[in-house]
């Protein structure tokens, strides 16, 4: 009888360890989401942050100093008149 005891209190004990390691996980990876979605939503509210790489990012920088550069011009213009 006493070994019947001891193993199911050992596969008691297994059970325990496993529902609470699925617990750590799944409240880690749900933290771990919150936080991410905490950082997406500043960059996206954020107005001065941009984001392109390769080809694309090169052409918006490009747009971007050549708008820059036409509201300097504009702005010496009206100056000067």
Sequence with gaps: M???KQASSLILLFITSGISIAYYITFK???ASLTKL???KALLTNTKA???????G???VARLTASKNNKQTNK???ESV
């Excluded at 941009?50 to 694309?56: F, I, K, S, Y």
């Design 38 to 40: 905490d950082t997406l």
């Design 58 to 60: 090169k052409s918006i």
């Design 76 to 78: 010496k213009v009206v």
């Design 29 to 31: 990876s749900y933290h």
């Design 2 to 4: 006493t070994e019947m």
């Design 50 to 56: 941009r984001v392109a790489a390769g080809e694309t």
